[in-house]
């Protein structure tokens, strides 16, 4: 017990790793006040942008037997899946809404979207990128019957409209932690995976960020048997918005619907199809219908916003890879 201590306080030791509140300075605490301030008005505005949209909001699934399988999305890095035996069967918690994403939208809402509590066990060694929690929120949506240049549209209209308002409604918080809100301009940048392979190589994902001023969309990017791949050219139509020096913000993509597709996708990249059964009998039946959605981090995009160092910084109670807090 005594070495599991001194392992956390080694990790909170290290240079810019968030703090809990107790550890913290008065001024470190009206810094994290002001984060949380600022995070609380993004959250208002981004759920008011979606309502004006036509979106409904739902409550969000905790557990449940099928979650997404982050598998072979190569920027997973799951090192531990957390299931518990209820009722005598077996849930998991929540990596993201999408199944529930996709049967919602085919057979109860057109459109709606979730702030959803999302565990991921990330490896411990991620705790100092300062992009990635083990328990996080993301607003999750959809919409059937859009395309992923329509969501991509919605969230570019949805970003700028909300650093406006953040910009102008919250000045006092951003004097407290003595930044500024981003500027950028719409419509972002596009860039295919294949072009950004050529020019920075495997680690495309880790230079690119150090080489844009403004958001950028990447596009084609082989994935879960749930975004659209065209049969003919094999190429992917999904996307990642990633941020200036901070990496990915958001996932999204048009969806498979086809049966055969699906199950074909999942026996190549070896995903359990028994935990998809539910979601492959309704594709089966065509009950599952075309659609497009997106999530984003909104831990992510609070810190972005507010210029924290660390994404923990913006969380009341930090929960950063390889390091348990006391609360």
């Known amino acids: 017990m005594e070495y599991e201590k001194q392992k956390v306080d080694e990790g909170i030791g290290k240079r810019g790793m968030p703090k809990p509140l107790h550890r913290m300075s008065e001024t470190e605490r009206l810094e994290r006040r002001a ?45 531990k899946r957390l299931e518990v035996d209820i009722y005598g069967t077996t849930v998991r918690t ?19 979207f979730v702030m959803s509590p999302n565990i991921r066990l990330e490896k411990p060694e991620r705790a100092s990128t300062g992009r990635h929690l083990f328990d996080r ?21 949805m970003l700028h409209g909300l650093v406006e308002h953040i910009g102008s409604s919250m000045r006092e918080e951003f004097s407290t932690i003595g930044a500024e809100a981003p500027r950028f301009k719409v419509p972002f940048g596009v860039y295919s995976r294949e072009e950004l392979e050529k020019r920075y190589g495997k680690d495309w994902e880790d230079e690119l960020p150090k080489h844009i001023s403004e958001p950028a969309w990447i596009i084609d990017l082989p994935r879960e ?13 999904n996307f990642d918005l990633y941020l200036p020096k901070r990496g990915e913000l958001v996932t999204g993509a048009l969806r498979e619907f086809e049966y055969k597709k699906m199950l074909s996708k999942m026996e190549s990249a070896g995903v359990k199809k028994e935990l998809y059964s539910l979601l492959l009998e309704l594709a089966k ?10 999530g984003i981090g909104m831990e992510r995009l609070i810190a972005w916003i507010t210029g924290a160092e660390h994404v923990g910084d913006v969380q009341a109670f930090p929960k950063v890879p390889g390091i348990v807090y006391e609360l």
């Open 94 to 112: 929540m990596h993201s809404m999408i199944v529930h994403k996709l049967v919602g939208t085919s057979l109860l809402m057109d459109r709606f």
């Open 137 to 157: 929120s993301q607003m999750d949506f959809e919409a059937r019957g859009a395309s992923s240049a329509e969501i991509r549209s919605l969230i570019e209209r």
């Open 285 to 294: 039946d065509g009950k599952i219908r075309h659609s497009a959605g997106a």
């Open 35 to 79: 984060r949380i301030r600022i995070g609380s008005e993004i959250i208002a505005y981004a759920e008011g942008f979606m309502r004006k949209e036509g979106f409904v909001q739902m409550l969000p699934v905790l557990l449940s037997p099928i979650t997404d399988p982050l598998w072979p999305d190569p920027a997973a890095g799951i090192y």
């Open 225 to 237: 048997f749930y975004d659209y791949e065209d049969p003919e050219t094999h190429r992917w139509d």
